[in-house]
């Protein structure tokens, strides 16, 4: 398929859209009905398996429960608890710190990256390139923490290099040091998430005309004037696909933490979804996991519409 | 627009699942039954014979070798003594077991023995919603209170609604025993012309002395955290002696805003800015640690004996390396961090209840112990005549945990001293370590999370 091809594939897109409208127009009563019933199969399904359980985690975040024996209501005093525990309110602005390395960065890196490809147009190896970035998004996470647990080791891959190229006074146990902990850990998500984003960024930018960039470097424009008037504004429906399903990795953040810190040096990379985890399972208060899992729900929730806010109407 | 119309929708759905829970009324946990005290045995038969053929459900969670053959063994030795009594053993790795048997106790055909897990998390959890038996008559019947030393039976031990461990009913019987104590490589020790320390204060003094030949003191990694419960309880035990420490971690006295802790605290904050433990210690796995000591890098390793293994064949062998309890001041009675396996139990449902106890007897008899002992494992008892190759860690172990059973000094984990202590303490020791909190910060986090525990969970 040609880009011309592609392009005008992209552009007829809304169509049936528009006319799935017009037609509902014509007989909107039957097809309230009929719908229902269509959507009822599922609707069972989704109340049964979704719908329910998170109606009984509502429940359970308003108990001081063990598990097994009968809970004490409490009613919102893990909330509470949740907001004003020093320990829990850390956790939330360590993830924070974690959206920057899991969403922004990722992002930006796989902006630069994706533009330079696009200028190189007919780079011999491209795709291998490619699948090597995309890597890390096949590997699973415990497998990825373990590796990157050596690179960070005092003896591991990224002091070696640092001794090579004589900073052996910036050398340090990353994961073991209360400064660079937070940091390593997410850096390691920021490798993990540059392979998504440039993969949805590629397919983004082969969607724009070429001769777009044609004109604009006729026009004169350089690198980074191509990049904000030509890349960037055709490229909003692969950002905010990019940036929910970063931020999104950023705010369940789970595997990594425990393969690599436990939440140590200290208190110094505890996330909630670890709390969670620490709460119900080691320390037998699940329902105050429970309410930080509430708590963590409605967080992503709430900032997947903010996302989606930003989006273009037309591409979501 | 159409998306704020599903929006709307789930909201409302979500809503009306929430009120239907609240309709419900159903408090978590109200299908159990509370009551602790109605599972006390009342006539106990102690002649399995006569209780015609039953099979007897046993879950358990040992699934290393050593232990794991010993079981099967004494099962076919438990069922060669009773015909009439078939064994279905289900073995479970820890973590598989722990949630699920939470479900399995509750039902109303549960397993017939179960192994506990001790600790406010499971063991306490299980006695406060009534769901295993009070082995007490069973321990009198049998005479369990003998075979097993006071401070093996306090750490099986938990009050009948669940708040305090360490005293009130025994619930659980455990067979195999673990310790902390201290490593020494024989080889690191002799190249620096210094004899195996006999005592913490002798440990102590050693410590420069290694530094200044350039070798490392003490091979310490604590990036799994658990370590820094055992590192503490290291420095701290000795000082408090056995029924001191008992007392403060099952909350009968004591404080952990005392001198004795300062001084524990003090010393590890000083081992870790003199450099006497591994560099970057908080990002070093303890295994690695291990390893490195096994290796002659290090002179001591403090740590349990589950390290045993891996300093071995890290290349200290079977006799390249020592292990010992060491007590304050030389002479002084053993006191070690450590526990039992396991705890044994019957579940308050079963129907089975004299037949489970009877294999639970068999299991921790001097057969049991013999047995385990044949299969390299550390009974919680060792039979008298227990012994290894002379000058084997094996046998440095074996003969340590001896002394320690006779001069009844086994102390429980100091992370039972509540349901939280455990992340208090890890996190508190790599910040004290760490150089980012001082000993009083650190004796004062501690100080708070163990006072302000109610009980229970």
Redesign the interface.
């Known amino acids: 398929m040609t880009d011309q091809a592609r392009a005008a594939q992209a552009h007829t897109s809304p169509g049936p859209d528009g006319d799935g409208v017009a037609a509902t127009r014509r007989r909107p009563r039957r097809r309230d009905h009929r719908a229902y019933l269509y959507v009822a199969p599922a609707f069972v399904f989704v109340?049964a398996f979704v719908?329910?359980p998170?109606?009984?985690a509502?429940?359970?975040s308003f108990?001081?429960?063990?598990?097994?024996?009968?809970?004490t209501?409490v009613g919102i005093g893990n909330y509470v608890a949740a907001v004003t525990d020093p320990a829990l309110t850390q956790s939330f602005a360590h993830v924070a710190v974690l959206v920057f390395f899991y969403a922004v960065l990722p992002i930006v890196i796989a902006l630069v990256l994706a533009a330079l490809l696009q200028r190189a147009a007919r780079l011999r190896g491209a795709g291998i390139l490619q699948t090597l970035i995309f890597l890390p998004q096949v590997i699973a996470a415990v497998v990825i923490g373990v590796i990157w647990?050596s690179i960070?080791?005092?003896d591991g891959l990224l002091n070696t290099v640092l001794r090579i190229f004589g900073l052996g006074v910036a050398t340090?146990?990353?994961?073991?040091?209360?400064s660079t902990?937070l940091p390593a850990v997410g850096l390691i998500g920021t490798w993990v998430e540059i392979g998504l984003c440039l993969v949805l960024f590629l397919t983004g930018i082969s969607q724009i005309p070429r001769e777009l960039f044609e004109a604009a470097r006729v026009d004169g424009a350089g690198f980074w004037r191509e990049l904000f008037s030509v890349t960037l504004p055709a490229l909003r429906a692969p950002l905010s696909v990019a940036l929910t399903l970063t931020v999104v990795a950023a705010l369940k953040t789970f595997d990594v933490v425990f393969v690599t810190?436990?939440?140590?040096?200290?208190?110094s990379t505890t996330v909630p979804a670890f709390q969670v985890y620490?709460l119900a399972?080691?320390?037998?208060?699940?329902?105050m996991a429970t309410t930080i899992g509430i708590i963590l729900t409605v967080l992503v929730l709430l900032i997947t519409?903010l996302i989606?806010r930003i989006a273009p109407k037309d591409d979501? | 627009m159409h998306t704020k119309h599903t929006m709307k929708w789930s909201a409302a759905l979500a809503a009306v699942a929430a009120t239907a829970m609240l309709l419900a009324g159903c408090t978590p946990g109200s299908g159990q039954s509370s009551s602790g005290s109605t599972d006390k045995p009342t006539k106990i038969t102690t002649d399995v014979a006569s209780l015609g053929k039953l099979t007897l459900t046993v879950w358990d969670q040992e699934t290393t070798p050593g232990i794991s053959t010993s079981l099967d063994d004494l099962n076919k030795q438990f069922e060669a003594k009773y015909p009439n009594v078939h064994i279905d053993r289900v073995v479970r790795s820890g973590s598989d077991l722990r949630t699920t048997l939470k479900l399995a106790l509750s039902s109303s055909t549960p397993p017939d023995v179960i192994q506990a897990n001790q600790g406010f998390a499971d063991m306490a959890a299980y006695v406060k919603a009534g769901l295993l038996t009070d082995l007490g008559p069973y321990a009198s019947r049998y005479g369990w209170t003998k075979r097993f030393p006071s401070s093996q039976r306090a750490l099986d031990s938990v009050t009948p609604d669940g708040s305090k461990l360490g005293s009130g009913n025994l619930y659980g019987l455990s067979i195999t025993g673990e310790m902390v104590g201290t490593f020494y490589n024989k080889k690191v020790l002799d190249s620096v012309g210094l004899p195996v320390p006999k005592s913490m204060e002798e440990l102590e003094a050693d410590l420069p002395k290694i530094k200044a030949k350039g070798i490392l003191p003490i091979a310490f990694g604590d990036q799994d955290k658990s370590p820094a419960v055992h590192l503490l309880g290291i420095a701290l035990m000795p000082q408090l002696g056995q029924k001191a420490a008992s007392q403060l971690i099952f909350h009968q006295a004591g404080t952990f805003d005392s001198p004795s802790v300062h001084t524990a605290a003090d010393l590890l904050a000083g081992w870790a800015t003199k450099g006497y433990v591994t560099p970057g210690f908080n990002g070093v796995n303890s295994n690695t640690a291990a390893t490195a000591f096994g290796q002659g890098k290090a002179a001591f390793f403090l740590g349990g004996v589950w390290n045993q293994d891996a300093i071995q064949k890290a290349g200290a062998g079977d006799s390249g390396a020592g292990f010992t309890v060491l007590p304050q001041k030389a002479g002084d009675p053993l006191v070690a961090m450590g526990g039992v396996g396991m705890g044994w139990a019957i579940p308050a449902r079963s129907k089975k209840k004299d037949a489970a106890a009877a294999y639970i007897d068999f299991i921790s008899s001097a057969k049991g112990m013999t047995t385990l002992e044949k299969n390299n494992q550390l009974p919680a008892v060792p039979s008298a005549d227990a012994k290894a190759e002379e000058g084997t860690l094996t046998n440095d172990i074996l003969s340590t945990w001896s002394r320690l059973t006779k001069d009844n000094g086994l102390v429980a984990y100091m992370d039972w001293s509540t349901p939280t202590f455990y992340d208090t303490i890890v996190s508190n020791v790599q910040s004290l370590m760490g150089g980012t909190e001082n000993t009083a910060a650190f004796t004062k986090a501690l100080q708070a999370d163990y006072s302000g525990f109610g009980g229970g969970n």
Do not use: C, E, H, K
Not at chain 1, 63 to 71: C, E
Not at chain 1, 172 to 178: K, N, S
Not at chain 1, 261 to 267: C, I, M, N, S, Y
């Open positions: 109340a719908l329910y998170v109606g009984q509502i429940w359970i108990f001081r429960w063990d598990g097994i024996s009968l809970a209501w647990v960070y080791a005092p340090r146990t990353w994961l073991g040091d209360f902990a810190t436990g939440g140590g040096p200290g208190t620490n399972f080691n320390q037998g208060r699940v329902g519409m989606r979501l």
